[in-house]
């Protein structure tokens, strides 16, 4: 079974302004694919957000981040990603909004990103409880495989 941190990333949230939906979703939708070890509120802060990965990335097989994807100021999840990953994953997030697409013009407007610190996946969601299920089912599939490959199985990838 793959292990998993949660992190949600709302100023809102961190201070119990308002409940988090996005990361009991999140562990709602993977149940039976993985088992959530950790789970997080943080503020949006960029250096806040870069230790918990850290702290994180070699203790789980999957980081899911949710928030913090999107235009606004407070907006800097996939900046923290960026400086922590090793490696991006471009296509996960691109298979994200492209899907996302075909419901909503606004997909367009994330800069979700993915990629692998040393053997953990850090994959970013959006902050919305629909939006991050929607994408989670594009991609769920995938994670498994992701985490084997990361962890460096032989196995061919051709079916």
Not at 28 to 37: A, H, P, Q
Not at 47 to 69: A, C, F, R
Not at 70 to 78: A, I, K
Not at 96 to 114: D, F, P, W, Y
Request: aromatic share 2%.
């Amino acid at each position: 079974m793959i292990t998993i941190a949660v992190l949600t990333l709302s100023d809102k949230g961190s201070r119990g302004e308002r409940a988090d939906a996005s990361g009991p979703a999140i562990a709602d939708t993977l149940r039976g694919v993985g088992e959530m070890k950790h789970y997080d509120i943080l503020p949006d802060e960029k250096d806040l957000i870069k230790e918990k990965l850290l702290e994180y990335s070699g203790k789980v097989d999957v980081i899911l981040t949710t928030g913090g994807t999107g235009l606004s100021p407070r907006d800097v999840t996939p900046e923290a990603t960026l400086e922590v990953i090793e490696r991006e994953i471009p296509g996960i997030a691109e298979a994200m909004r492209m899907e996302g697409l075909k419901k909503t013009r606004r997909a367009m407007l994330s800069r979700a990103v993915a990629g692998v610190r040393g053997k953990t996946l850090i994959i970013n969601l959006p902050g919305s409880p629909v939006a991050v299920k929607e994408n989670l089912e594009i991609i769920l599939d995938v994670i498994p495989h992701a985490v084997e490959k990361i962890k460096g199985s032989p196995e061919e990838c051709a079916r």
